[in-house]
């Protein structure tokens, strides 16, 4: 038997993103989201609270990058969602994350992390609050590749657990997309 648990942001997985930008003066910032995904073919759509420093950057620069969190930096990704910019202007360097400028759009990419999307700006709901970018560039480590593509068990991502507040590895292969269900088409 199901139990109901009423309207909740409950999802699995949901990815652990951080968001890295610049300020008017070229200040590089990140924060944690976790409500955010695909959206259409070449775009990413990313819920954030107009509050954020990073929002009112994305809306200067019209640019971000979003970079995949990953267990070898579970707790600087963790500081950027928990500390704001707003405060702790220097927050990053706190984290011990060093950036570079993207060579595609006017933001940072996070050294460190091992995957990112380079993106520009379509459009911020500020009702919504739903941003969504175009993805112009995914780079990825040559460290987390294997034979070309990126390597999930390599690049080791975490997602968010928002019952219990807390972080997961992805795991193990379960099965081959497009593949298992054709036992049922037999």
């Not at 300020?23 to 509050?51: E, H, R, Y």
């Not at 950027?80 to 400028?101: E, F």
Request: charged share 25%; net charge neutral.
């Amino acid at each position: 038997m199901k139990v109901d648990f009423g309207k909740q942001t409950f999802l699995y997985p949901m990815p652990v993103l951080i968001i890295a930008t610049y300020d008017k003066d070229g200040v590089p910032d990140a924060m944690n989201a976790a409500w955010g995904g695909i959206f259409n073919t070449n775009q990413i759509c990313i819920c954030l609270d107009k509050s954020h420093k990073t929002v009112a950057n994305i809306k200067e620069t019209k640019a971000f990058t979003v970079s995949v969190a990953d267990v070898d930096h579970l707790v600087q990704c963790d500081y950027v969602g928990i500390v704001s910019a707003n405060k702790i202007p220097d927050k990053l360097t706190k984290a011990g994350l060093k950036v570079s400028k993207s060579r595609f759009v006017n933001a940072p990419v996070p050294d460190d992390l091992k995957m990112v999307l380079e993106c520009e700006l379509v459009s911020y709901d500020e009702k919504t609050e739903q941003l969504v970018g175009n993805i112009i560039n995914v780079a990825a480590d040559e460290s987390v590749l294997t034979e070309g593509k990126i390597d999930p068990a390599k690049l080791k991502p975490i997602t968010y657990d928002p019952v219990n507040h807390t972080y997961l590895q992805i795991g193990k292969i379960a099965g081959k997309a497009f593949e298992a269900g054709k036992a049922l088409t037999r």
